[in-house]
C-alpha cells in the first residue's frame, strides 16, 4: 500500500493532484487545513492538505479475515490482530463507567490496526505504518499515523492500568466491606448472649471468660448457630454432671446437711428420704441436730413418721457415733443440722466437731443446701465458712422463688463443687430432682424454664 499527502488549495485541487501521480483507485483517508511555515507564511493562504491511500497489487490484506499481520519494525516482527482488538474491547465494556471512553480507543485502535498490511521487500516500515521508497525520501520526518499509534498504545495501557487497579481498589473495599459486616454482626451476636447473661446473674467474670474463649476459639467464618452451640457445650462442660448418691457396700452412709438458717434443709431431707424409702425402697434412718429450733425437729419427727422410719434428736458428736452403730444395718442416715451465721465461729466449731466424729466409722457425705435467691457476695461467704468445716456438693433450694439462675453457674465456678438436687417447692417428694444442666444452660442463654 502506498500513502501520499498532497496540498492544493483546495479539497478538489489536492485530490486532482493525487489522482494525476496515482492514477484512480484511490482511497482518501484524511481530509485536514495547514499554515504555511517560515517567515513568509503569514502572507500566504491556507492550504488543504489530503492524504490517500492505493493498494498495490502484491499485498495481501488479513485484517479482515480476523488473522494476524505480520510486518517488520527496526528488524522485530510485530503482530496485530483482529480479535485481539475485539478482546479488548469486549474486557473494556465489563466498566460500564469508563465503557463511552474505551470504547472510543478501543474503536480508534482497531480502525489504525485494520489498515496494517503485510510488508514486501520493496517497502520499509515506520512504527506499523508502510511506506514507499519514494514516500520516506520525500517525507523525511514521522510520520503523524505513528505518533498518533504510540499516543494511542500509551493511553491504552494508562486505561487498563487504572482499570485494573480500580477493580483491585473496588473488589478489596467490598471484601473489606463484607469483613467489617461479618464483624459486626459477630460482636453484636457475642453482646446479645454476654448481656442476656449478665441479665441472669451471671457473675460478670465468668460472662467475660466464656465469650472470650468462643471469640478466640472460634474462627471469623463461622455461623451465630455454632457459637451459640459452642457456647451451650461449654457452660455445659463447666457446670459438670449431677452428683448422684450411690449404693455403696460398706453401710451406713450418713449423709450430713448443712447450711445457714432459713434455706429449706429440714425440707429438703424429707424429700430426699421419701425418695430412698418409697421410690427405691432403702431403709432410712432420720436425726436431727438442730436443737436450737424445736419446730424443726418436731417437723422432721412428723416426717419419719408418715415414712415410718426411725428418728432421734442427738446433741453431741458421742451421741451421733452411737446412733450410727444402732442404724448400722440401714442404708442411709440423714442427719438435719442447725442452721447458723458464718459469722459464728463458736456454731462452726460445733458443727465440724460433729462432721469429723464419724471419719472411721461410716462412709460419710456432706450436702452444702444454699436458696437460689440469695445474694452471690453472700453466698460465697457462706460456701468459704463451710468449706473449712469440710469438703461437700451443693444443693439448691427456692428455685421458685426467683427468675434468674445465675448464682448456680457462678458458686459452681466459685467453689468447684459438684452440683447435686435442686428444689422448687414445698411438696413432699415431689418439688426434687438432680441437677439438669442443659436445661439451666439454656435459661441462662435466654431460653425458657
Keep these: 500500500m502506498i500513502i501520499k499527502k498532497f496540498q492544493g488549495k483546495t479539497k478538489e485541487e489536492a485530490l486532482e493532484s493525487a489522482k494525476k501521480e496515482l492514477g484512480d483507485g484511490i482511497v482518501e483517508m484524511n481530509v485536514k487545513t495547514v499554515k504555511a511555515k517560515g517567515f513568509f507564511g ?33 528488524g522485530v516482527a510485530v503482530s496485530f490482530s483482529q480479535t485481539g482488538t475485539q478482546k479488548l474491547q469486549a474486557e473494556e465494556r465489563k466498566n460500564p463507567k469508563e465503557e463511552s471512553d474505551t470504547a472510543s480507543v478501543g474503536q480508534a485502535v482497531a480502525d489504525i490496526l485494520s489498515a496494517f498490511p503485510q510488508t514486501n521487500e520493496s517497502q520499509k516500515v515506520k512504527t506499523g505504518v508502510v511506506y514507499s521508497e519514494k514516500e520516506i525520501k520525500e517525507d523525511g520526518k514521522t510520520n503523524e499515523l505513528e505518533e498518533k499509534l504510540d499516543n494511542l498504545q500509551n493511553l491504552i ?66 455461623t451465630m448457630d455454632f457459637m451459640l452451640s459452642e457456647i451451650y457445650q461449654r457452660m455445659i462442660l463447666k457446670l459438670g454432671k449431677p452428683y448422684v448418691m450411690e449404693e455403696n457396700e460398706q453401710n451406713p452412709r450418713v449423709i450430713f446437711f448443712v447450711g445457714p438458717t432459713g434455706v429449706g434443709k429440714t425440707t429438703t431431707i424429707a424429700k430426699i428420704a421419701s425418695s430412698f424409702r418409697v421410690e427405691h425402697k432403702k431403709k432410712v434412718a432420720l436425726l436431727t441436730a438442730d436443737t436450737y429450733r424445736i419446730a424443726a425437729a418436731e417437723q422432721l419427727r412428723t416426717y419419719a413418721n408418715i415414712l415410718e422410719v426411725p428418728f432421734r434428736v442427738v446433741y453431741t458428736a458421742g451421741e451421733i457415733a452411737g446412733a450410727i452403730e444402732d442404724f448400722r444395718d440401714y442404708d442411709y442416715i440423714l442427719v438435719d443440722t442447725t442452721g447458723h451465721s458464718p459469722n459464728n465461729e463458736a456454731q462452726c466449731e460445733s458443727m465440724s466437731g460433729l462432721i469429723s466424729s464419724v471419719e472411721t466409722t461410716a462412709t460419710k457425705e456432706v450436702f452444702l443446701v444454699l436458696s437460689a435467691s440469695t445474694k452471690y457476695r453472700d453466698l460465697m461467704k457462706i460456701a468459704d465458712t463451710y468449706k473449712e468445716i469440710a469438703d461437700y456438693k451443693l444443693i439448691f433450694t427456692k428455685l421458685d422463688e426467683t427468675s434468674t439462675l445465675g448464682n448456680i453457674y457462678n458458686l459452681k465456678l466459685y467453689t468447684g463443687a459438684a452440683l447435686s438436687y435442686i428444689t422448687c417447692g414445698q411438696n413432699v417428694p415431689d418439688d426434687i430432682e438432680y441437677f439438669n444442666p442443659q436445661a439451666t444452660v439454656k435459661q441462662l442463654l435466654g431460653g425458657r424454664r
Design 42 to 74: 503569514m502572507f500566504k493562504g491556507n492550504k488543504v492538505e489530503i492524504t490517500v491511500a492505493k493498494e498495490e497489487e502484491n499485498e495481501k490484506y488479513t485484517a479482515d479475515s480476523g488473522q494476524a499481520s505480520e510486518i517488520q519494525k527496526d
Design 157 to 222: 495501557e494508562k486505561q487498563l492500568s487504572q482499570q485494573e487497579n480500580k477493580a483491585q481498589s473496588e473488589e478489596g473495599k467490598a471484601d473489606e466491606g463484607e469483613q467489617k459486616e461479618e464483624n459486626r454482626e459477630r460482636v453484636n451476636f457475642l453482646r446479645l448472649l454476654y448481656n442476656k447473661m449478665i441479665d441472669n446473674e451471671i457473675n460478670e467474670k465468668y460472662a467475660n471468660e466464656i465469650i472470650d474463649e468462643i471469640d478466640k476459639n472460634c474462627k471469623a467464618d463461622v
